[in-house]
């Protein structure tokens, strides 16, 4: 039987009077690569903070690995926020910022193992060879594979991913996705990433979500990246009606 990384059903997310998520229900197999698509305020990174357990969903049930969100064991789940902010004097070094993904702290002293295991996922990364260099200078490219680094080093089972493209230039971009795609088949992992790049989920995404507030359409990239669906995700862009979305989106 084909083990489910994520079940969703009837998930209803209220933001203060704000519905952010409605009727979102999708089963995504284990193994699989879900591009999340919407336009700004589609509740994209809400779907991912409800995935993490630090979302209560209003309405709905939502499973990680047949766990409740955010009650599975936490190594099956490694995240990367949409915003990377680092102080570009931060003296800091890539095996630490990894270490520290190990600990859950910040390492003062970095035992062997650790190294280890730190190294490893650096070199996974492309990122040995700038063992040497501070964090605070490396591009945004480099600075990026370390912290996908830091989330392969506890080899999680799901890998959620918010918008990691942002900030990158394309050799970068191609470098990530084929990074994604060899810790996805060498550890059966799940991936689970927001992107606004239609492409990137047409080549690489098995399975593809498109939102705005509500579900839209959940399947292979060539069957909801179509005229009609795209139409009411993206044709209400920067007008709060979700009424008419609703409305006008009956099957
Ligand atoms: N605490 C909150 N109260 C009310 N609305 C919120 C709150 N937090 C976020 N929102 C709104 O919820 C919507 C969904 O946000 P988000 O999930 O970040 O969208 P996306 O990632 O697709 O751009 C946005 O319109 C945002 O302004
Ligand atoms: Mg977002």
Not at 190 to 219: K, P
Not at 221 to 250: C, F, I, K, N
Request: glycine share 12%.
């Amino acid at each position: 039987m084909t083990v489910m990384a994520v079940e969703t059903e009837g998930l209803e997310v209220r933001l203060g009077r704000h519905v952010a998520l409605e009727g979102i229900g999708f089963r995504l197999p284990e193994n699989g690569f879900l591009a999340i698509l919407g336009p700004n305020g589609a509740g994209k990174s809400t779907l991912i903070k409800v995935l993490l357990g630090l979302q209560t969903p209003h309405a709905g049930s939502v499973r990680v690995f047949g766990h409740p969100a955010g009650r599975g064991p936490t190594r099956e789940v490694g995240y990367i926020p949409q915003i990377k902010t680092l102080d570009r004097q931060f003296p800091a070094l890539p095996l630490e910022l990894v270490v520290s993904g190990i600990r859950g702290s910040w390492p003062w002293r970095i035992r062997r193992e650790e190294r280890e295991q730190a190294m490893e996922a650096l070199t996974i990364a492309g990122m040995d060879r700038k063992l040497g260099t501070p964090l605070g200078q490396l591009s945004g490219g480099e600075l990026q594979r370390v912290y996908l680094a830091r989330s392969f080093v506890r080899r999680p089972r799901l890998l959620l991913l918010d918008e990691p493209a942002t900030g990158m230039d394309a050799l970068g971009e191609a470098d990530m996705y084929r990074l994604l795609e060899g810790y996805r088949s060498h550890h059966k992992a799940t991936i689970i990433m927001i992107t606004h790049d239609w492409d990137v989920a047409r080549h690489h995404s098995s399975h593809v979500l498109l939102l705005n507030r509500r579900q839209i359409g959940f399947g292979e990239a060539q069957e909801v990246l179509v005229g009609e669906a795209l139409r009411q995700a993206y044709g209400h862009v920067g007008h709060a009606h979700p009424m008419t979305v609703q409305d006008s989106s009956r099957d």
